[in-house]
C-alpha cells in the first residue's frame, strides 16, 4: 500500500485450501448448550455478588447479638439470635443460655449507662472476633475487649473473651484501639 497519508490495512486472501481438514463444527445443540452454560455462570456470579456472604451475615448476628446484650439491654433479644445451645468459656458467666440470662440481667442493673462501642469485626469460617470498648459508666476509661464466637447454621453457639481494663497512662503513644 502506498503511503499516501491515510491509516489502512493491508488483507491477504488465504484460501480454504490451506485450512487443515477436516474443520470441526460443533452441532447446533452443543453450541446452545455452551452459550446456556456462559449464560448461567456470569447470571450464577450476578446474584452471588449481590447477596452478602456467610461470613458477613455471621459479623451481622454477632453485631446484632452484642448489641441487643450489652447497648439495647434486650437480653431476651440476644437469647434469640443464639443456636440452640451456648458454651460460655468466661470465667464469670454461667453456661448456657440461663447462664447468660443470669449474667446480663444483673449486669444491665449494676451497670445501666454501660455501653460498647464495637471498633472492629473479623470473621473467618465460622469465628467472628469483635473487638470492643466497653466503657460502664460516662467518665470511665472503660475497658478494651476482644470477644470470641463461634457459629453453627448462622447462629452464635459458642463464647471467649478477654478483657483488658485501660489504665491512666501506657507507656507508647500508641492507644489500645
Known sequence: MANSGQAGVDIEYVPASSFPLPIPVLPMSQIKLFLFAVVATF??????????????????????LYN???????????????GPTYKQHNARIPDGKEGFRQFFEGFKKRYPNNHSEIVRVFAEGDYVVLQVHMVNEPGQRGV??????????????????????????IPHNNTMF
Open 43 to 64: 447470571a450464577a456470579a450476578t446474584a452471588s455478588a449481590a447477596e452478602p456472604s456467610q461470613l458477613e451475615k455471621n459479623k451481622a448476628t454477632v453485631v446484632a
Open 68 to 82: 441487643k446484650a450489652l447497648n439495647e439491654k434486650d437480653v431476651e433479644g440476644a437469647i434469640a439470635l443464639m
Open 144 to 169: 478494651a475487649v476482644f470477644d470470641l464466637f463461634r457459629l453453627e447454621n448462622g447462629k452464635p453457639v459458642e463464647h471467649w473473651d478477654v478483657l483488658q481494663p485501660i489504665p491512666e497512662s
